[in-house]
């Protein structure tokens, strides 16, 4: 069992880190609340540290799961980072959804401190994480991901390099952008079912055992026809993300113009006060403006 540091404890880093500690290994934990670090070591057995140089000491892999761009930058390179607190030869696995651009910032500091930087951005929200079923999409050093694979694959029901440094958050913009499609699609199919005076629940019984079925359907109809949107993935964190892809995507030629749309839909969201409310919330929308 290896000596492992996990950085950022929110829904989603708070039970992979247990995963990795319930599976034997030696997990010190940081977080900006400490109190919520406490909690965790409480919860789990494992230990905490007050900074993130701290919390690194000895660890042969680090992983993170923190906010954005900054906030990375943050717990990998700040005064108290990560970066100068970890051994040489250490691997940093970044599970953050961030822009390509900081992570390959990161990569080539991390080899200027003789330590590997993989980029695994994560799919399948609280419930993935909470179930050990994430998808993994990494991109980084071929040698360094062969080493961190085993445990990623603790919480993980599939992981994957894709690429070079920065292919696994480029890889993570490709499932942003079919997200944010699928569930505006399926909020207007339901948004017609209630208008036509159909029973949406028997309309999706039916549909979604067709071509229109998919991992949105299954999982979210439900509560988006009973309103209950406070779970899963929040909408100011689908705007962060949907932000970082369409940034890209002027920067590479794409043309994403339904990305666009819905961008602006979860932004009316937003206005609504819904900026916590999971991504399924576009229904919602539609039903006050509708």
Known sequence: MAKLAF?????????M????????????????????????????????????REAVKGAEFVMACVGNDDDLRSVCA???????????????????TVSAAVTRELYALANDHQISFIDAPISGGQAGAENAALSIMCGGDEGAYDRALPVMEIYSKICR?????????????CNQIAIAGLVQGLSEALHFADKAGLDG????????????????????????????????????WMRKDLGICLKTADETGASLPVTALV????KDVQKMGGGRWDTSSLYKRLKVTG
């Open 17 to 52: 880190a247990g995963h990795l500690q319930k599976a034997g290994h030696d997990v010190t934990v940081y977080n900006r609340t400490t109190s919520k670090a406490e909690d965790w070591a409480g919860t789990y057995g494992g230990s905490f540290a007050k900074t993130p």
């Open 263 to 266: 961008d602006q839909f979860y």
């Open 78 to 96: 700040g005064e108290d980072g990560a970066f100068k607190g970890m051994d040489s030869g250490a691997v940093f696995v970044d599970h953050t």
């Open 7 to 15: 950085l950022g404890l929110g829904v989603m880093g708070a039970p």
């Open 201 to 236: 629940r028997a309309v999706v019984e039916v549909i979604s055992q067709g071509a229109a079925g998919s991992w949105q359907m299954s999982n979210r109809y439900e509560t988006m026809l009973d309103d209950h949107f406070d779970h899963g993935f929040a909408t100011d």
């Open 161 to 173: 390099r894709i690429g070079e440094s920065g292919a696994g958050q480029m890889t993570k913009m």
